[in-house]
């Protein structure tokens, strides 16, 4: 049986550096059951017996945020042999706050004290023997991105974890505060024993007003009324209530330690040239331009100068693969129909998807340089007011922007936000912002009915998917995601120079989760399409699309559309297909219209749809739920089928609710 | 006075953090506690958030949240 440790600490303390230097690449990346916490586990080089794993970044142990309850529940339950604590040393007033926390767990605990290079550089120091003693538990000088101290880490925690016997002291209250938790744990010392909570944890939660601990501990009145009464006599004696008692005493308590053992002349370096750096990106008046020329920046080379050539030479490669495989196929002489669905369904159906993979790769190369430099936290500040309005913050501000690229990157770039509402929120939203995989339709449309007011209408469009965004948001606000807001404070971390291996690790981690959901989901969803469309109901292969058991089903949804002006079969059909990728709505009315020119289609269109109901499928082409891919990241970054399909089937509502809208009044206006 | 109130560059003293629930525990959380020192770094382009500095970190922060928190010993 092997051992388990956990690392916890901060957010920004390079905890998923040190992770990395642990472990190096061999991880395992998924979710804390039953919520959208991120979980890593990996083994420590060298040491295959003893996993590690990586606990939220968070800054207390309180009972507001999923990623709080996630850690104190894992370390309750999971009972790891010890706690590796990353502590920022530039910061560590602050970092040591969530140590003392951590400290009353009670499990054998050790200190890695991060970016003392950075203090030394700076001429400050800290007495690390001192810092280890008034805290009773050991601490590693470290500096993770230069791999300074992690041998010694590591080798330190391997014998804490053999003299298990060392608990962190936990005597760091005193005066009223200490009295209250010594008389409370008296009285709840049987239950916690019986519940196997740590007893000092246990109490010290009590006191602070703990709901989750208050019910796990099955308090009863009697006991409830003590506690009052103990809290009450605490808070009169020191004038203030009982969450802010707590936060005192442990701030006092670390500011007495540091007043021995920091030496602080002044901010670090790193700080000094970070509030310069911040002159400029978070100016008053150039801040916003110059975050929206990174983006653009970033969109370009993406979408443009890098992406799009590369993702034509994957689509190449592609063909080439395919073709090679229907020749190998058919020289094995192979059935028809197996040779049609692996080459019409799954090559193009994954092929067409797979070729994205670029574009994702460079788009997180980038977005992880964002992040990991610290600027990431600063687009949050300065556009943060935009957002809070429909109930976000400025964090949800860079997903819902790539989500003009594409939604899938969008959807998993959520994973940094925070907070566990407003990942979902974001989630939910994010598809709105209209992708570049849409611009093929637009091209259609505008060309058959439009064709003197194209960019007028493109760019209405655009516009149409962000009000639809922003009343959705005001619309999810009120009704599911009412009241829990986090709220929105947040530290911005001194600017640094990010880890090449750090960010290599993030791309090839979206790529692998790219790639998973090509071949599962997406693998899936295309055999059903191209089955649906290739077959009739008597499950006799149709040369005519127009015969097969998807046309009919098209036909059959059709009607639904009446109220949106288009319950033409062909146009139903090409919702269904544009699931596979939005694209994929001009190929299929192209087949289904038998159109030979994008002239023809127009004038087949025309006769379909009129302007105004053209503009409506338009709008709902758009708005509806997103492409499979998509929906698979949703899917993942929602932890469930069920959110992904509620998503779904809510964007989908918006879209009908969008087209009902322009094609009535639209009708009205044009008569 | 409230720290909502300071301009970039006025630091004081903190004395005492009104509010209530998930958001007054995290500003509690994150050092905003009676007696420590904040300085006013900045004001987003916006006029909302504000940038704090305190416990030789950068913190920001909503005016909302900062309308909440008194402030003595305001100083240039």
Redesign the interface.
């Known amino acids: 049986m092997g051992k388990l440790l956990a690392l916890a600490g901060n957010q920004n303390c390079g905890k998923t550096t040190l992770f990395n230097k642990l472990t190096g690449s061999n991880q395992h990346v998924g979710n804390f059951p039953g919520v959208t916490v991120e979980k890593k586990e990996g083994k420590i080089k060298r040491h295959p017996d003893i996993s590690i794993v990586d606990l939220p970044g968070i800054?207390?142990l309180?009972p507001?945020?999923s990623e709080e309850v996630v850690t104190r529940d894992f370390i309750v339950n999971e009972k790891p042999e010890a706690i590796i604590n990353i502590v920022d040393a530039?910061?560590?007033?602050?970092n040591l706050?969530l140590s003392l926390q951590l400290m009353e767990l009670q499990r054998p605990m050790i200190i890695a004290l991060n970016m003392m290079d950075e203090v030394k550089s700076s001429g400050n120091s800290i007495d690390v023997d001192m810092l280890s003693k008034e805290l009773g538990i050991p601490v590693v000088p470290i500096s993770a991105s230069k791999n300074e101290g992690i041998e010694e880490l590591i080798e330190e925690t391997v014998k804490l974890v053999k003299n298990k016997a060392v608990l962190p002291k936990i005597d760091f209250c005193e005066g009223s505060v200490h009295k209250a938790i010594h008389s409370m744990a008296h009285i709840i010392e049987d239950q916690a024993k019986e519940k196997d909570i740590p007893l000092r944890f246990a109490t010290t939660k009590l006191i602070e007003g703990d709901e989750p601990m208050m019910e796990l501990l099955e308090v009863t009145e009697n006991q409830k009324h003590i506690l009052e009464h103990i809290v009450e006599d605490m808070e009169s004696e020191l004038k203030?209530d009982r969450?802010?008692a707590l936060?005192?005493m442990r701030?006092n308590y670390i500011e007495k330690i540091c007043a021995k053992a920091v030496v602080?002349r002044q901010?670090t370096n790193e700080?000094i040239r970070?509030?310069k750096i911040?002159k400029i990106l978070?100016?008053?008046?150039f801040?916003?331009p110059i975050f929206l020329g990174i983006m653009l920046l970033i969109f370009y080379c993406t979408f443009t100068l890098i992406g799009e050539p590369l993702k034509g030479l994957l689509e190449n490669l592609i063909d080439l693969g395919t073709n090679s495989l229907r020749n190998l196929l058919e020289s094995l002489n192979v059935a028809d129909w197996l040779v049609m669905l692996l080459i019409d369904g799954v090559c193009a159906g994954v092929g067409s998807v797979l070729s994205f993979l670029p574009l994702i790769v460079i788009l997180f190369f980038f977005l992880s340089i964002l992040e990991d430099s610290g600027y990431m936290?600063r687009v949050?500040?300065?556009m943060?007011?935009?957002l809070?309005k429909i109930g976000l913050s400025g964090k949800s501000f860079v997903p819902m922007l790539i989500g003009f690229g594409c939604s899938v990157p969008a959807i998993m770039a959520t994973r940094t936000l925070s907070s566990d509402r407003d990942r979902k929120m974001t989630i939910i939203l994010t598809p709105f912002m209209s992708c570049s995989a849409k611009l093929p339709i637009y091209g259609m449309i505008t060309l058959a009915f439009f064709p003197k007011n194209a960019g007028l209408v493109m760019f209405s469009i655009y516009v149409l998917g962000i009000i639809v965004a922003i009343l959705a948001g005001l619309l999810l606000k009120n009704t599911l995601f009412k009241g829990?807001s986090?709220?929105?404070?947040?530290?911005?971390?001194?600017y640094r120079i990010p880890s090449g291996k750090s960010v290599l690790l993030h791309m090839w981690d979206k790529a692998k989760d790219f790639l998973r959901k090509a071949f599962t989901v997406i693998f899936i969803a295309s055999m059903v399409i191209w089955f649906l469309q290739s077959f009739d109901w008597g499950l006799n292969m149709v040369s005519d699309s127009s015969q097969s058991i998807l046309a009919s089903i098209g036909s059959l949804i059709a009607p639904i559309f009446a109220p949106l002006g288009f319950a033409d079969w062909r146009t139903s059909t090409a919702l269904i297909t544009g699931l596979t990728a939005k694209e994929a709505v001009v190929s299929t009315l192209t087949v289904l219209t038998k159109a030979g020119t994008d002239a023809e289609l127009s004038s087949i269109l025309n006769t379909i749809l009129t302007p105004v109901s053209a503009y409506a499928y338009l709008a709902f082409t758009v708005l509806y739920m997103p492409c499979v891919a998509a929906f698979a990241a949703t899917k993942r970054e929602m932890g469930s089928m069920k959110s992904a399909l509620l998503t779904a089937l809510f964007q989908t509502f918006c879209a009908y609710v969008v087209g009902l809208i322009i094609f009535q009044v639209g009708r009205l206006i044009v008569g | 006075m409230t720290l909502d109130k300071l301009v970039p560059g006025q630091s004081g003293i903190i004395e005492k953090i009104d509010g209530q629930g998930a958001l007054r525990r995290r500003l509690l959380d994150m050092g905003l506690t009676p007696n420590t020192l904040v300085r006013v770094r900045k004001v987003a382009p916006m006029g909302d958030p504000i940038e704090l500095y305190l416990r030789s970190y950068v913190l920001t922060i909503r005016k909302d949240e900062a309308s909440k928190i008194t402030i003595k010993g305001v100083e240039k």
Request: negative net charge.
């Open positions: 800054y207390s309180s507001y945020t530039t910061n560590i007033e602050r706050y203030t969450e802010a936060a005192d701030y602080r901010e700080q970070s509030e911040d978070t100016h008053k008046y801040g916003i936290a949050a500040f300065v943060d007011k935009l809070r829990n986090v709220p929105f404070v947040m530290e911005l971390p001194a």
